[in-house]
């Protein structure tokens, strides 16, 4: 294993590329059941502290409604606001990029970090470039790309994905972390043990040489403040203040939905964002930075502004709401497709409930993966009610799943369709659902065993290979009411026009 300071290209690193549906990926993740004891233990601590702090403001739905308005006032007017920003960035000493897409992205990212005769970074982590494969189009340039966060470092050394927003190494145990650790970190002490201050020790050695001699770091923010260019980091570990300061060059990708007009507006957000994810009242680091001070933290300062899909998202009434998200990623520690899954089903950097919802937008549909997000939720709403800026997650996958669905009718033969639409002519018509219904009771006491249907030929057998059926009643509830009181059930009757 390469020493930090030296820290190479990871050709071999895992991507999101290429990922396969959620259905199949969740059954693989399912049956893995050290990932579902550590998953359930995890999500379950979090839950239940953030609850605990969340009920400590007694004002905390006033403050979602707050962080509501304020983001959808900056999302209608987006142009206006990036234009501020640029233009405060510039005036402050800062460099301003607008890239289109990942590709676009990752190619100024590279190019500015050749330009300051760099072979690698050290990056605070950072969701847009992992949205963008920042590392991977790096690595094939030949510039090395290390992580700094504790949680991301795990991921990295073990040639894994994240797979959670804030916990990245979720699905990691401490004894597999410390087996990763002596495994991958030369520098790690032989007697290490699986005890968490011993591991976060033997990382920050790892990691300090790495912050002194890095001439370029790679961060994100977790907002941008357009009345006066400044960015900001929220973050436990400190790791991203040394990120953002002791390199020479400072390189910042952030998604253009991450933007507040003003800092009266980020008061509300870092009120709800450190108590929504780490359940803390404050997060122990706020690192914000404005252009570039002489003397005082990098000398050359850029901002790489990401659209990836946002634009598209944006122009959709109802999708756009999940541009609101400030990814605390409350929503995936209650939700328990996520709690039995993990977030490496997902197929993208944006598990759970809200990557059901952003990934299918940023992405489009066209994809197994995207298409099967929208479906990946039983729909509970437990992620809409601890949502800090109250995205309506379900209304949104249901949204979004009536779009999968309409994308495959315009493309293929549909037999679900083709059973509603017969279904629809049946119960339209009166004698075509006494004949139907006759044909069942006759069909029915042909299959079933013992009042039950338990077994039915293909295609039905789909139905009957989980679970069965009682076998339909010899005679309907109409032709029950016509025998025994002469006349058919009011309901149905003709109606009459009323006048
Ligand atoms: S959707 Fe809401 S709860 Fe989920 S990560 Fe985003 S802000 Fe947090």
């Not at 579902?36 to 609850?51: D, E, F, P, Q």
């Amino acid at each position: 294993m390469t020493p930090p300071e030296q820290a190479g290209p990871h050709p071999g690193m895992p991507t999101y590329l290429g990922m396969p549906s959620f259905p199949v990926a969740a059954k693989t993740a399912v049956a893995d059941s050290q990932l579902r004891r550590n998953l359930a233990h995890a999500t379950h601590t979090i839950r239940v502290k953030r609850a605990g702090a969340v009920g400590e403001l007694a004002d905390w739905q006033e403050l979602r409604a707050a962080a509501k308005a304020i983001k959808d006032h900056t999302l209608a007017h987006l142009d206006t606001y990036l234009v501020r920003l640029e233009q405060n960035v510039t005036k402050a000493g800062g460099h301003v990029h607008w890239a289109q897409d990942a590709a676009e992205a990752n190619a100024i990212v590279a190019g500015l970090v050749r330009a300051a005769g760099a072979d690698r970074v050290v990056k605070v982590k950072s969701m847009a470039t992992q949205e963008t494969g920042l590392n991977e189009a790096l690595a094939a340039d030949g510039i090395g790309a290390l992580e700094t966060d504790l949680a991301e470092l795990i991921v990295q050394l073990g040639h894994d994905l994240p797979s959670h927003i804030l916990v990245p190494a979720i699905h990691k145990n401490r004894a597999e972390i410390r087996e990763i650790f002596l495994r991958e970190m030369p520098d790690a002490p032989p007697d290490l043990t699986d005890d968490p201050r011993m591991l976060a020790a033997a990382a920050r050695a790892h990691l300090r040489q790495a912050f002194l001699s890095a001439q370029v770091g790679v961060s994100g923010a977790n907002f941008a403040i357009a009345e006066t260019g400044s960015l900001v980091v929220v973050e436990s570990e400190g790791n991203g203040r040394m990120c953002v300061t002791l390199p020479q060059t400072l390189i910042s990708v952030v998604g253009i939905e991450k933007i507040l007009p003003t800092w009266r507006d980020l008061e509300v957000f870092l009120a709800l964002l450190p108590r929504s994810s780490t359940a803390e009242r404050m997060n122990p680091y706020t690192s914000i930075w404005t252009g570039v001070t002489p003397g005082d933290g990098p000398a050359d300062f850029h901002l790489v502004l990401l659209d990836n899909g946002r634009t598209t998202a944006l122009a959709d009434q109802i999708g756009r709401q999940a541009l609101r998200c400030i990814r605390c990623s409350a929503c995936l520690n209650v939700c328990p497709v996520y709690e039995r899954t993990g977030g490496h089903a997902y197929g993208s950097p944006y598990p759970g409930p809200i990557g059901a919802i952003i990934s299918p937008q940023l992405r489009g549909i066209s994809s197994p993966v995207d298409a099967s997000l929208p479906f990946a939720s039983t729909l509970c709403g437990a992620c809409y009610e601890v949502c800090p800026v109250a995205i309506n997650i379900p209304e949104a996958l249901v949204y979004l799943r009536g779009k999968v669905v309409d994308a495959k009718r315009e493309k293929h033969f549909s037999p679900e369709r083709t059973v509603f639409h017969a279904s629809g002519l049946v119960l339209r018509s009166p004698a075509l659902l006494a004949a139907a219904q006759r044909a069942a009771a006759v069909g029915g006491r042909l299959v079933a065993r013992s009042g039950r249907i338990r077994r039915l030929p293909p295609p039905l057998s789909g139905w009957t290979d989980t679970r069965d059926a009682p076998a339909p009643p010899p005679e309907s509830f109409r032709a029950w009411w016509a025998r025994t009181r002469g006349s058919q059930p009011r309901g149905s009757r003709p109606r009459r026009s009323r006048r």
